[in-house]
């Protein structure tokens, strides 16, 4: 089945800096990579994704890039502030007929923004 | 709109008894997933549940099992609870994987502690 790794663990930046997090997949035949940020005891919202046909995407200051060559996929946001301190999750799935969707997540990143 | 609503929000329950949790999905929303997080870790799929079949099962013994109802709305049943069930149960909804631009959205969670 897929396999997703996440990098960092843990990442600490002063506000107004960016922060970069990575994931790299197994199955070649994932197609939808979705990004959830989750806050101490809340439920994880989703925050960006990208498709597969899509080498980037961007939202304000919220970017996900995607190299299905290598099968990673990395995070970045930019300008960050304290509001962003949360712990992110990475998720690969693979699109089939008949909507069945399961998604496979990373470990999650805990990233804190120092003010 | 309301989102996903999940009850109860807490349940604490005895090793070998029996849980059952509940998950309402977004309103025109007809698949309903299960995952489990444990503390510290990213989501696990467990099922998904489209127009009320079965369409995915992770990785979890027979003592899980779950059901959609005609309003689109799910249960997820535990049997013999075991010390390691303890986590926090996600249902997440969405629309059908092949209309454009169907993530999951997740509901707050029912918190499980086994004692």
């Known amino acids: 089945g897929e396999n997703v790794e996440q990098h960092p663990s843990t990442l600490s930046v002063q506000e107004g800096d960016s922060a970069v997090i990575k994931c790299t997949y197994s199955?070649?035949?994932?197609?939808?990579f979705p990004w959830y940020k989750q806050e101490l005891g809340k439920r994880p919202q989703l925050i960006i994704d990208?498709?597969?046909?899509?080498g980037e995407k961007k939202d304000q200051r919220i970017a996900v890039t995607l190299n299905k060559t290598a099968k990673h996929f990395s995070l970045h946001i930019t300008e960050t502030q304290p509001e962003d301190s949360a712990v992110y999750f990475c998720?690969?799935?693979?699109?089939?007929?008949?909507?069945?969707?399961?998604?496979?997540f990373g470990s999650g990143t805990q990233l804190t923004v120092l003010p | 709109d309301a989102g996903v609503t999940q009850s109860p929000t807490h349940l604490i329950k005895t090793r070998g008894q029996h849980v059952t949790l509940r998950c309402s999905p977004i309103s025109g929303h007809k698949s309903v997933s299960w995952y489990q997080q444990v503390l510290g870790q990213g989501p696990q799929f467990i099922f998904q549940?489209?127009?009320?079949?079965?369409?995915g099962r992770g990785n979890f013994p027979d003592r899980f099992s779950a059901r959609q109802f005609p309003n689109y709305s799910s249960e997820l049943n535990v049997n013999a609870l075991l010390l390691g069930d303890s986590a926090l149960y996600l249902c997440?909804?969405?629309?059908?994987?092949?209309?454009?631009?169907?993530?999951?959205?997740f509901g707050n969670g029912t918190r499980l502690t086994v004692t």
């Open positions: 997440a909804s969405s629309l059908p994987q092949d209309r454009a631009g169907s993530p999951l959205h």
């Open positions: 199955d070649s035949a994932s197609n939808y």
């Open positions: 990208i498709r597969s046909n899509v």
């Open positions: 998720a690969a799935s693979i699109g089939s007929s008949g909507s069945a969707r399961q998604l496979t």
């Open positions: 549940y489209y127009e009320k079949e079965e369409r």
